[in-house]
């Protein structure tokens, strides 16, 4: 756990002596600790913030468990503004040259077929 967050702070251009200071300063940071479920968490977060950039990812780690724990975008958009989206809507492309889309399309707060509790 702790070389892979050091290997992912290297890769950002900091140096070993400014990662082992983060890491003296912050030692929870490096040590997984609690439930199975707790640590999950904290794989997720940290993967969360080395896929800064890659959103897809992210997303769906979300999906799949509740993890890291995110807050719904300000001024939020959609089917329900007050849950973050499980389901993009399609895009205008597939609206017109798909007859088979539903209308109206289905909601971001609505689950696909193969996202079940």
């Not at 082992?20 to 600790?33: E, G, M, R, V």
């Not at 896929?51 to 799949?64: A, I, M, P, Q, V």
């Amino acid at each position: 756990y702790e070389e892979g967050i050091r290997t992912s702070m290297l890769k950002t251009g900091l140096v070993t002596a400014e990662i082992d200071a983060y890491f003296k300063a912050n030692p929870s940071i490096i040590t997984l600790t609690g439930t199975t479920l707790q640590k999950i968490n904290q794989i997720l977060t940290q993967k969360w913030i080395a896929n800064c950039g890659n959103g897809l990812e992210t997303y769906n780690d979300w999906r799949r468990w509740g993890f890291p724990r995110l807050e719904k975008a300000l001024n939020a958009t959609g089917g329900d503004d007050n849950t973050i989206p499980v389901r993009f809507p399609y895009t205008g492309n597939e609206q017109l040259s798909n007859p088979n889309i539903p209308t109206p399309g289905p909601k971001t707060f609505e689950r696909v077929w193969w996202d079940i509790d």
